[in-house]
């Protein structure tokens, strides 16, 4: 494919001959040229309405000059634009004065007050005195649009910007204008309020205060805040946020235009589950996700006690010593570290101690050699590919802003998505094919893919299975999203499926949607079996993932368990077999939080999180970026760097990598791993490991589209100068890169379907009873109870109508639960949802799964 | 006097009683119009309209043949009928809908085969509840006599006509809101440019948008040729046009006058047409072309009814609504009726019509009830200018679509001509005609 030539258009802005971009928006050429045209509903990451009429100016025409709106009119050959003429002032003060004429005084009660557009520009620009003697417009104020959104009307500029974010971004079409005149108003319908999980994002973008977040309202004045930029470790996409603080308590979280990655936006869970870092001073059950760990603990008598880091490092090295040689040793979990943190732990465990059992997948994830084979792609290659394949879970609960940027793509772009689909997904509306996949059936339908040939019993026609193929073709301009769309489905399974696209389909590049925080970083830096630090692999090694060690601890085999993340209970799906091992084994927990998990740790090593630590981390894509603290870890939490050499220590190493950046320079010096390089520059977009990837100059956030970040004092956060020296990261140093020759498959197979049964899809939900949620006052009622979702035919079978109770017969015993029907559901199948539980408070789910089994079956019946 | 002798196009029907009806609509030529065109190459259909010089009379006054002419070749396009006439004191539209609808359905048709569209929208004002019906069955009746649907009388020709009830907001007038209300979405104006629904209107497709009036007035055109109805008027104004005279006349209605050779005198002051004011009034003022244009006084009363006739004169023939303003009458309530129309009306999607709108009607109403200041005088002046930048006419705006300086038009021209009446209210501390 050949580049367009793109030849610059010429226009004069103010009398300046200005070089602009074919189809860029005057409002963005006159800022370039320096003429900067005061704006409200104008946001650079949605598309100009031209309502506001804030940045009307000049432009010649074959009527003479006439007045319009700069965010609307794309650049043309010889446009002569005037920025500052008086008619041009004098339309602009009047649309600010027409703004201000219905919008209330109260800036001193306005959370906006301080970083708010309006108040900005009538600073700069307005009136000093008011013309308008009439009564201003009464509203009800204010109205609690959804759970964590509220809204004022009388603030309201009516500027569209949250309206447009939730139906053309989000696609949660749940807020509208209703009325008319200056009655208008941004309303809910009366049955659908604003759940959204991207609302946050519509608070950040409203340029006046009339849309405010619950849990930040009236907990700051935005001139006491400071802020540094960060990435968000909620989940695996790795947004670029900017964390503020009012001294040592987090206020804020806001999403930074982040070009290759969130382009401002934030889910929910990443932007408000802050509070469950700092806002629980008062409490103290370790066995509570609320609680935060703030000492070391040793288990005394059967009670964890506080004690001192000295003896509580002194007790974990006897326990390692204890458990005997290397192989009765192991770690589990990780992805909550940063890399210098999951460095220094591999570096103990593997390096030290000489374990191969470390695993930062919590039995969720994929074959850590394949996943390190797979060429790799970006968000942005994923979301400016031509064909989408996914093979994954609901995207929009998952990995909430990546689907943001693949629904760009498909509903604005109109791209082709095909869906392997085994349960509802949010981007299901805009996929061109769906292929429905039942539990069992993975491997079976990609090796069709690629054959061309069905097996017997398959929900997929023959012609939908030649359409699909001849758009992959051998996988140019293909991305393949792949993840575990299906816990109770065995692993082996989609790594064969995998596998079987990736060889299938040669060009085909992979986005792998680990969801985990930094799950691809702890894995890069070589915790996870066979795997050695900077994305290597040890051929010959042989290791246990997750699911070996609990079985190796349950038998004895493992004597001492390193947690890394104190949420083991939480996390793995076979909860019988983690209780048992948990009880055989020494453990030894390093976490921030406390949970249920730590009921069985005998040494507890608090951790500081999320917010409070430096270091860098790899998102999904492999992008390495830098996390910086903002402030400090209670007690006396330590990071987790720390906590492995001073471990090393009293065990009887010294590591030598004693702070994060010992750490950082030994990453990049040993495996020419992005580091430390990262760590000089915050404000930075980062590194793709394994892609040759230009850094670009970030452009500067607007202060009218991204408030609340610019007017905030800031360490370190800012335009990139994009100017870091980066090694190349296309190339690793260490051992040898892994390649499919190098992946070690097991075919499972698959027992029959039984007719009169349903197979179980084991989902996630983002609003789940994870630490960050149980954590978080603002969101932990969020999380719904526990449904079982099935096909409505299915259901029929039955007698029943959705809403129903129903007897599940499950190989861990018989239950009720209650039924709601889903027209997206593949027939024959169930969805539940992992993580919650039902109205009686009971973790049903956990009985639902047959651990034995490849694939769990379930069967419904009336009470 | 007034000069009666144009044969009447689309008012012919005006003494049938059932003049609704498709027996008498075929007794007195209905529908031969069609079955001439259908004898024609559809460009030659179009040809004999752009002949006929027909102004669109939906209040812009475009050109109907130029308008189709425009229409982007596509696989899909549209013809969409404006019949939304929704400003007070205009109600010729009205007055078709319910008396004429065969003519219109003819007119459409006709409209349809020279632009080989195949699918056809009437947006029917939703408070036309007569008109909608009586719409609704003159259209079952064509579709019954073959005059509608596949395969028109026999020709190759088909097409359907849909009616669609607006939901009771003045702006879905404007065509890109009417398109927008047409698609299911709120009623807001698009913004411009694309400036034609002819390259981009309904759904995104080419779409040629004309009103009620327009629209009735080709079966005339088809039958008896372009030429004729040219040769009626003059200049640029052919052909007849439908008058609703309204306000302070002994005889308000719907008049039919050949353009030009009328003035505003004859229509308000003839006996056969409005019978002049009440014994013992003065014409203080009239509205030349509906309320959102400049008034005229009395010394203008001889500008003859033609569009660059009164666009020459700093207003417009617009929407072809004529209000007269006697001296008994208060024009700072005249007025403040008028801007509270507008503020009512506003959609509410730009700021200087959703908040100056509101603004301009609460500060009138104050003058006109009591709590004026004497700065609110200038103070509406300026508001308006921020409207409507210079208060000039045609006018600039700062708003998206043309109902933001239809707001200034009545508070300028009041203001400007009867400055003394303002400052005799504010004095007053309210209406001094109270």
Redesign the interface.
């Known amino acids: 494919m050949t580049d367009v030539i793109r030849t610059n258009v010429n226009i004069t802005v103010d009398g300046r001959p200005v070089q602009a971009q074919p189809g860029e928006l005057l409002i963005e050429a006159a800022e370039r040229a320096g003429s900067y045209i005061p704006r409200f509903c104008y946001h650079p990451r949605m598309e100009p309405?031209?309502?506001?009429?804030?940045c009307?100016v000049e432009v010649e025409g074959p009527r003479g000059a006439?007045?319009q709106?700069a965010c609307?009119l794309k650049v043309s050959e010889g446009m002569s634009v005037t920025t500052d003429s008086d008619?041009v002032k004098?339309?602009q003060d009047?649309?600010l004065?027409?703004?201000l004429?219905?919008h209330p005084l109260d800036c001193p009660v306005c959370d906006k007050g301080g970083e708010c557009p309006l108040q900005d520009q009538t600073l700069a620009h307005g009136s000093g005195e008011t013309?308008?003697?009439?009564?201003k417009?009464h509203f009800v104020k204010p109205i609690e649009i959804g759970a964590l959104v509220l809204l004022d009307r009388e603030r309201c500029?009516?500027c569209a910007r949250c309206t447009r974010f939730a139906s053309d971004v989000a696609g949660d079409a749940q807020i509208?204008?209703a009325?008319?005149?200056?009655?208008?108003e941004v309303a809910t319908s009366p049955t659908q309020p604003f759940d959204s999980v991207f609302s946050g994002n519509t608070v950040q973008i409203c340029p006046v205060g009339a849309l405010t977040a619950k849990p930040y309202r009236f907990s700051a004045r935005p001139w006491d805040l400071e802020q540094v930029e960060s990435t968000c470790t909620t989940c695996a996409v790795g947004c670029r946020v900017a964390v503020q603080s009012s001294g040592n308590r987090l206020t804020r979280v806001l999403g930074v235009d982040s070009e290759p990655v969130n382009h401002g936006w934030l889910c929910d869970k990443g932007r408000f589950t802050l509070d469950s870092i700092d806002a629980h001073e008062d409490a103290t059950d370790v066995l509570s996700a609320a609680t935060r760990i703030t000492e070391p603990l040793v288990r005394r008598n059967g009670e964890l006690t506080a004690v001192s880091w000295g003896v509580a490092l002194a007790e974990a090295a006897r326990l390692l010593h204890e458990a005997g040689d290397a192989d009765a040793i192991g770690s589990i979990g990780g992805a909550a570290l940063t890399n210098e943190g999951a460095f220094a732990w591999e570096r103990f465990l593997r390096g030290a101690i000489g374990s191969e059992h470390l695993d930062a997948q919590f039995d969720d994830g994929l074959d850590p050699v394949l996943l390190q084979a797979l060429p790799l792609a970006t968000i942005d290659d994923a979301a400016n590919a031509p064909v989408v394949l996914t093979l994954t879970g609901d995207l929009r609960q998952e990995l909430p802003v990546l689907f943001l940027r693949l629904r760009e793509s498909f509903a604005q772009k109109h791209r082709t998505l095909i869906e392997l689909s085994s349960a509802p997904s949010a981007l299901r509306s805009l996929a061109r094919h769906v292929l429905s996949v039942r539990p069992g059936e993975t491997p079976s339908i990609a090796h069709a893919l690629i054959s061309g040939h069905l097996p017997v019993g398959t929900l997929v026609s023959d012609a939908e299975l030649d359409q699909v193929r001849s758009l992959l073709g051998d996988g140019s301009g293909v991305v393949i999203v792949v993840g575990r769309a299906n816990l109770a489905e065995d692993q082996r399974l989609v790594d064969e499926a995998i596998a079987t696209l990736a060889q299938g389909l040669p060009q085909a590049r992979f986005l792998v949607t680990l969801r985990r925080s930094n799950v691809r970083g702890a894995l890069d830096m070589g915790l996870g079996p066979r795997l050695r630090p900077g994305r290597g692999v040890d051929a010959a090694a042989t290791g246990r993932d997750t699911h070996a060690q609990l079985s190796a601890m349950a038998q004895g085999v493992q004597r001492a368990t390193v947690l890394l993340g104190g949420s083991l209970l939480g996390n793995v799906v076979d909860q019988e077999l983690a209780s048992a091992a948990l009880t055989a084994s020494s453990v030894i927990a390093v976490t921030g939080h406390g949970g249920a998990t730590l009921a069985f740790a005998d040494v507890v090593l608090p951790a500081s999180v999320q917010h409070e630590r430096v270091g860098t981390v790899t998102n999904l894509e492999g992008r390495v970026t830098a996390v910086a603290p903002k402030i400090g870890a209670p007690g006396s939490a330590w990071p987790d760097v720390a906590i492995a050499s001073e471990l090393a220590l009293a065990w009887g190493q010294d590591l030598g990598l004693g702070s994060v950046e010992l750490c950082a320079q030994a990453i990049e010096e040993t495996t020419g791993y992005a580091a430390l390089s990262v760590l000089q520059d915050q404000a930075f977009d980062g590194a793709v490991m394994g892609l040759a990837v230009t850094p670009v100059a970030r452009h500067a956030m607007d202060p009218m589209a991204f408030p609340g970040i610019r007017s905030t004092k800031t360490a370190g956060l800012g335009e990139s100068s994009g100017t870091t020296t980066l090694l190349d990261s296309s190339t690793t140093a260490s051992t040898s890169v892994a390649t499919f020759a190098d992946v070690h498959l097991t075919r499972v197979d698959v027992p029959l379907a039984d007719a009169y049964a349903l197979r179980l899809v084991l989902s996630r939900r983002l609003y789940d009873r994870g630490v960050a949620m149980q954590g978080s006052p603002a969101l932990a009622e969020l999380v719904e109870p526990t449904t079982l979702l099935v096909h409505p035919s299915d259901l029929d079978h039955l007698g029943l109508a959705s809403g129903a109770r129903v007897q599940v017969r499950a190989a861990g015993g018989d239950f009720e639960i209650g039924v709601v029907t889903d027209e997206t559901v593949v027939r024959g199948t169930c969805v539940a949802p992992l993580g919650t539980l039902d109205e009686t408070g009971a973790n049903v789910i956990a009985s639902l799964l047959d651990s034995s089994s490849p694939v769990t079956q379930l069967r419904l019946e009336t009470r | 006097m007034a000069v009666l002798d144009a044969p009447l196009i689309v008012s012919s029907r005006r003494d049938y009683a059932d003049s609704f009806t498709l027996s008498r609509y075929l007794e007195t030529g209905g529908y031969e119009g069609l079955r001439k065109a259908l004898t024609m190459f559809p460009e030659d259909v179009a040809a004999e309209v752009d002949k006929a010089s027909l102004l669109g009379r939906g209040g812009a006054g475009f050109p109907a043949g130029r308008k189709w002419s425009m229409l982007r070749r596509s696989p899909i396009s549209y013809l969409v009928v404006n019949g939304d006439e929704s400003e007070p004191a205009t109600f010729k539209d009205h007055y078709l809908v319910e008396r004429d609808p065969h003519q219109l359905v003819e007119g459409v048709i006709i409209a349809a085969y020279a632009l080989q569209v195949s699918q056809v929208f009437i947006f029917l004002r939703g408070e036309f509840a007569l008109g909608l019906e009586r719409v609704q069955q003159a259209l079952n009746d064509a579709y019954a006599h073959g005059a509608l649907g596949s395969k028109i009388f026999g020709s190759d020709f088909s097409v359907d006509v849909v009616v669609h009830p607006g939901a009771g907001?003045y702006?879905c007038g404007e065509e890109t809101a009417l398109l927008e209300a047409l698609e299911g979405k709120?009623g807001f104006p698009r913004?411009k440019p694309p400036f034609f629904p002819a390259v981009t209107g309904l759904y995104g497709e080419p779409t040629v948008v004309n009103n009620v009036e327009t629209m009735s007035n080709l079966p005339w055109i088809i039958s008896n040729g372009g030429a004729a109805f040219a040769a009626l008027g003059a200049g640029r104004s052919t052909g007849t046009r439908l008058f609703a005279l309204a306000g302070n006349v002994k005889n308000p209605g719907v008049f039919e006058l050949e353009m030009v050779k009328n003035t505003f005198r004859d229509i308000i002051f003839d006996p056969a047409l409005g019978g002049g004011l009440a014994e013992g009034r003065t014409l203080k003022a009239f509205i030349p072309g509906g309320v959102s244009a400049p008034w005229f006084g009395p010394e203008l009363l001889d500008t003859p009814l033609g569009q660059d006739e009164v666009g020459g004169l700093g207003s417009m023939l617009g929407s072809g609504s004529i209000v007269v303003i006697d001296d008994a009458s208060c024009v700072v309530r005249a007025t403040w009726r008028i801007t509270k129309f507008f503020?009512?009306?506003?959609?509410?999607?730009?700021?200087?019509c959703?908040?100056?709108?509101?603004?301009i009607e609460?500060?009138m109403y104050?003058l006109e009830n009591g709590g004026g200041?004497m700065e609110?005088i200038d103070?509406l002046l300026d508001?308006c200018?921020?409207?409507a930048?210079g208060l000039t006419w045609p006018p600039?705006?700062?708003?998206?679509c043309v109902l933001g300086p239809s707001i200034p038009s009545s508070v300028h021209s009041a203001i400007s001509m009867f400055r003394d009446d303002f400052v005799a209210h504010v004095n007053y501390g309210g209406c001094p005609h109270d």
Do not use: H
């Open positions: 309405v031209g309502v506001c009429r804030m009307l006439t007045l709106p609307y008619k004098k339309a009047g649309v004065e027409f703004l004429a219905n013309r308008f003697a009439e009564e417009r500029i009516q509208a204008f009325g008319r005149g200056d009655l208008i | 907001a702006i709120r913004i503020s009512r009306e506003s959609c509410g999607q730009c700021t200087p959703r908040e100056g709108s509101g603004w609460r500060a104050r200041r609110d103070l508001l200018d921020n409207i930048p600039q705006q700062t708003t998206i």
